[in-house]
């Protein structure tokens, strides 16, 4: 391996010296100085560190954030949401240590636009970036604000690894332009289908790896995770988040691996009475599974427990190409690419001993642009007055409060370059209505009764469809880059010659 342009860590000394002493300060006198002095620097650097608020009745300190998000991870992929046939011990442990929510949203169907409403707290309305295509080397402008912004602002050091597909290298989007100190990975996400790449991106350069697709000498997602580890180690003594957006199970290229499932062994599946394609997809899951492990286990490790909250969740739902053995839907109609509940609904977990009580469910509905306001919330950070965003904080149902009644709507709408395959969703209570350019007309179903969107009641409850309806025109704010009804005829902007 050869590195490239490593990031820059910024280190501060501090130092004093004591000349000029009046005649009065005896010997003791001056031990006793010096030993205030050295007692308040302690607490200073406390205080700076650990970031403790002190309110009237308790000292909370503000926690780390580690937010691990896998890739096309389906809602029924894993033990805790009924998977049957591939074990996730690791993840099933973590949601028996902390919540687990039942209806927790993607920001969108697919990739990109999921990503930029986790960042920016707009639904895809909204949000800058909308869907997959067309491509764009920057999605992301000096003006948008992240919620990685938000944090560094507020005094967190911020990192991350894995799929950033929001602004390439070289770009005003690129994450260490939009409030991370350290990113590595992939930003281009048709880079991140490539698992034996020839180099990942390193903060402002390269980690090069020549010869790997042919080697395979490393697998991407080990080296995400090292990488992963490293950063919470460094950052152990001061506040922190930490955005690992693993590629894990996201399918890789058929130049890789005949089933579009690159990986390095099938363990701990090689000897069941499955097809290749069902072992090396259920690997992938044991992998992704495994380094949550690791990554909570040095949580524990560093005695940062306590003071971290763990989020485990997936970007969008499973593709439909996962083999029908394992169900990634579970009980969900629908995949990735569509806005069925199968495509948007996914699992959702969060451990923080000193707040949240163990082994709890949820069935509050949450979504990816609440998470903006909630990480701002929980570091005492401020969110610019004149940012419109969409997403509530959901620090309540973290605590297993019940979500505050305030919120209207969730909205998602995809395909806005894709033809008549544009399509908009609105969930409105329990009500989730589902319009597609194709079909034209608003299909209704109720989801406390019919999670699985088989029964459209629409004819039954005309004056639901029309409120719904209302939202959708009123939803979307119109885009240049994102002409409803156009069809985009390009090509990925990365190849491999890169």
């Known amino acids: 391996m050869v590195y490239v342009m490593p990031g820059v860590m910024g280190t501060s000394v501090c130092a004093f010296h004591l000349e000029g002493l009046p005649p009065f300060c005896s010997r003791i006198n001056l031990v006793r100085l010096i030993s205030?002095?050295?007692v308040a620097l302690t607490m200073s650097h406390l205080l700076q560190t650990r970031a403790y608020a002190t309110t009237s009745d308790e000292s909370t300190v503000r926690p780390n954030i580690v937010f691990i998000m896998a890739d096309d991870l389906g809602?029924?992929?894993?033990?805790?949401?009924?998977?049957?046939?591939?074990?996730?011990?690791?993840?099933?442990?973590?949601?028996?240590?902390g919540i687990r929510f039942t209806q927790a949203y993607a920001g969108g169907p697919v990739c990109t636009s999921s990503r930029s409403v986790l960042m920016t707290g707009m639904h895809t309305g909204h949000t800058p970036a909308r869907d997959n295509v067309p491509h764009y080397h920057s999605y992301l402008d000096e003006a948008d604000v992240t919620v990685a912004e938000i944090l560094s602002d507020a005094g967190y050091q911020c990192g991350g690894v894995g799929k950033w597909s929001l602004g390439d290298a070289g770009t005003v989007g690129r994450a260490t332009n939009q409030g991370f100190h350290n990113w590595f990975g992939y930003l281009n996400q048709d880079h991140a289908h490539y698992y034996f790449t020839e180099y990942l991106d390193t903060d402002e350069g390269?980690?090069?790896?020549?010869?790997n697709t042919i080697s395979r000498e490393h697998y991407s997602h080990d080296l995400l995770t090292e990488r992963a580890l490293t950063f919470i180690r460094d950052q152990k003594d001061s506040p922190f988040f930490f955005y690992a957006a693993f590629a894990l199970p996201h399918f890789s290229s058929k130049d890789e691996d005949p089933h579009g499932l690159a990986v390095p062994s099938t363990q701990p599946y090689s000897d069941r009475n499955w097809d290749e394609k069902s072992k090396k997809y259920a690997a992938m899951v044991h992998m992704l599974d495994r380094d949550v492990g690791r990554i909570v286990d040095l949580i524990d490790d560093l005695g940062l427990a306590e003071d971290t909250l763990v989020i485990f969740?997936?970007?969008?739902?499973g593709h439909a190409t996962v083999p029908e053995r394992f169900k990634t839907s579970g009980p969900l109609r629908g995949f990735k690419r569509s806005?069925?509940?199968g495509g948007i609904r996914v699992p959702f977990i969060a451990r923080w001993p000193r707040t949240i009580s163990a082994d709890t469910t949820s069935d509050d509905v949450i979504?990816?642009?609440?998470?903006?306001?909630?990480?701002?919330?929980?570091?005492g950070a401020s969110v610019p007055a004149d940012l419109q965003i969409d997403g509530i904080s959901v620090v309540g149902p973290l605590k297993g409060e019940k979500l505050n009644p305030s919120r209207n709507h969730l909205y998602w709408d995809y395909g806005h370059c894709r033809g008549k395959h544009y399509a908009q969703a609105v969930r409105l209570g329990d009500w989730k209505g589902i319009r597609s350019a194709k079909a034209g007309r608003i299909e209704l179903y109720d989801l406390s009764q019919d999670a699985g969107e088989i029964n459209d009641i629409a004819a039954a409850h005309p004056e639901i469809v029309k409120r719904i309806r209302i939202i959708m025109e009123e939803a979307v704010?119109?885009?240049?880059?994102?002409?409803?009804?156009?069809?985009?005829?390009g090509s990925p902007i990365w190849t491999t010659a890169q």
């Open 339 to 341: 806005l069925t509940e």
């Open 477 to 489: 704010t119109p885009s240049a880059r994102y002409r409803i009804g156009t069809v985009y005829r």
């Open 367 to 379: 979504a990816f642009q609440d998470m903006l306001p909630t990480f701002a919330e929980l570091a």
């Open 36 to 38: 205030a002095i050295v």
């Open 206 to 211: 390269r980690l090069e790896l020549p010869g």
């Open 75 to 97: 809602y029924g992929d894993v033990g805790c949401y009924d998977q049957q046939l591939i074990t996730t011990p690791r993840i099933d442990r973590l949601a028996s240590e």
């Open 313 to 317: 969740t997936s970007d969008n739902g």
